[in-house]
């Protein structure tokens, strides 16, 4: 059944591509959208296809609204608009999770979203790595206000002697109000433990505090940890509280977080929803993300204003106050997050964008170019392990997208890089499942374990949790699938300078069970560059 609901999601999405306790908006431009929108939801909720609703609306909208222009044309502007929008748009429209009529209102302009309240603390707290020099920590937060951004931090909670002044920049997509703030904290010593507070020199957060790596974890002498996530939505569910006992015991080192990063689809109270449960987690380790299909409303903006990743050197430097080495200019990737590299003891990491602003797979022309250049950038005796991160996979035994629906194209485009610069790891969501392929080139398994191998090893992780459910596997099974599991967890990757090794946990909140692990060695023949 379409609904008026489904029609307008639609329609402001792609006009978008074109052109504590929040403060509720009770204007009478909102209260009478929202009493609108309910009446043309009603009108046409028995409508069962596209061509019936626009059979529809100039008879029924003229007879339900006699003699107001006001409310007659917006149905004809609904329709004029409605026809020219792409099929691809409509998938998974039943999926969203919108309050209505507030969601509709927001996104034509009608009803405005505070992010938080009047006197709210700072709120959202995140932190980041920005560069490959990890002196540097970067922490972004919200607030209602667009006053100064601050942050003081120091090695005693009770004598934080240094400051830093931060950025401040806010969108308009989905009548979102708020100030995001984005900092960096530098001079930051190894093996160290930090306390923060941010604010703008009157209001401040809680005090927060993070610990840096140790120089034996950068020199790739001892091992470092990092959560596996993807597919996560902003409704709090055991994931989240596995992740905040594991910070607690100071067992990960950083958060990875492939894509569909909330499931806001275009409603941002739920990006401030989701950053505010996440904030006890990753306001105290590095949360390194990526997009996914779920960001692509309004062209990303929300995801390229609320993360600082190193993907902006010229806001970096001047965040942090010095030049970035000429060297390191290859981690920037496309200056907006949308795809970076970064480098932490034995592994460089690659955070690739597999999305476009339509909601389809692809790997750009620029990001293709770019990867290339940033593989071929690695000196393996210093770094011996690659790691691929993005959303949409190349490979899965459990659906179409992996092949026709997306997982074709992509192979098309990088799978001949990845062998040539013998990426060791691949790293995806998308799907809700967790599975792991033996190493694979062309859709065929070079080998049956992971001692030595002569291509990469795709793991498929989007199972931490979302309102659309997870996927199940088909009974006949490729014989490059080595394990799978349908359960909501996460995961854990953990590097040394001789092995990557990957657990998948099943989450839980009486704890978190260990069902699959595995260890990769590197390649057969290390790359020299």
Not at 205 to 215: D, V
Request: charged fraction near 20%.
């Amino acid at each position: 059944m379409l609904s008026f609901v489904k029609i307008l999601l639609v329609l402001v999405s792609f006009g978008a591509l074109i052109s504590a306790d929040p403060v509720p908006d009770t204007s009478e431009k909102c209260l009478s959208c929202q009493t609108q929108v309910n009446e043309l939801n009603s009108l046409w909720s028995n409508a069962t296809s596209i061509a019936e609703i626009l059979s529809n609306l100039q008879t029924e909208c003229i007879d339900k609204y006699p003699g107001d222009r006001a409310k007659v044309k917006l149905c004809q502007e609904l329709a004029a608009v409605y026809v020219q929008i792409p099929p691809s748009i409509f998938k998974g429209m039943e999926d969203l999770a919108w309050p209505i009529p507030d969601g509709i209102c927001a996104l034509i302009f009608k009803c405005q979203m505070n992010c938080c309240g009047v006197n709210d603390p700072p709120e959202q707290v995140h932190l980041s790595y920005v560069a490959n020099d990890h002196t540097m920590m970067g922490v972004s937060w919200v607030t209602l206000s667009d006053k100064l951004s601050v942050v003081q931090y120091g090695q005693s909670k009770n004598f934080m002697t240094s400051f830093t002044h931060g950025d401040i920049s806010t969108y308009l997509a989905g009548s979102w109000h708020g100030t995001i703030h984005r900092a960096i904290m530098t001079d930051l010593k190894p093996s160290t433990t930090y306390y923060y507070r941010v604010g703008n020199g009157e209001r401040w957060s809680e005090t927060l505090s993070f610990t840096t790596l140790s120089s034996e974890q950068e020199s790739a002498t001892a091992p470092v940890r990092y959560a596996i996530l993807a597919d996560m939505d902003f409704e709090s569910n055991a994931t989240m509280a596995n992740l905040a006992s594991l910070v607690q015991a100071k067992k990960i080192d950083a958060i990875i977080h492939s894509g569909d990063i909330s499931y806001a689809d275009g409603y941002e109270p739920h990006w401030d929803v989701f950053l505010r449960r996440m904030q006890s987690v990753v306001s105290s380790v590095p949360f390194m993300v990526t997009p996914g299909n779920h960001e692509f409303w309004f062209n990303f903006t929300s995801y390229k204003h609320r993360f600082l990743m190193p993907g902006d050197k010229e806001l970096v430097e001047k965040l942090a106050q010095h030049r970035i080495a000429g060297s390191d200019d290859l981690q920037f990737g496309s200056h907006d997050g949308m795809f970076y590299s970064w480098t932490v003891g034995p592994v460089h990491f690659i955070a690739g964008n597999s999305e476009t602003a339509i909601d389809t797979a692809n790997f750009s022309p620029e990001f293709i170019s770019w990867l290339e250049a940033d593989l071929a950038s690695v000196d393996r005796t210093k770094t011996p392990f690659i790691v691929f991160h993005f959303h949409r996979p190349m490979y899965c035994s459990n659906s179409d997208r992996c092949t026709s629906g997306g997982g074709d194209l992509l192979r098309s485009k990088a799978e001949d890089l990845l062998m040539k610069y013998q990426v060791n790891m691949v790293i995806q969501g998308h799907i809700h499942s967790y599975e792991r392929t033996y190493p694979m080139y062309q859709s065929q398994a070079t080998s049956l374990n992971y001692d030595a191998p002569t291509a990469p090893v795709y793991v498929v992780q989007g199972a931490s949790g979302n309102r659309e459910g997870n996927d199940g596997f088909p009974s006949e099974l490729p014989a490059w699938s080595a394990a799978r599991a349908s359960d909501v967890g996460y995961g854990i990757l953990t590097a040394s300078a001789t092995e990557l090794t990957f657990d998948y946990y099943v989450s839980s909140f009486d704890g978190a069970k260990l069902i699959d692990s595995f260890t990769v060695k590197p390649w057969a023949a290390a790359a020299k560059h």
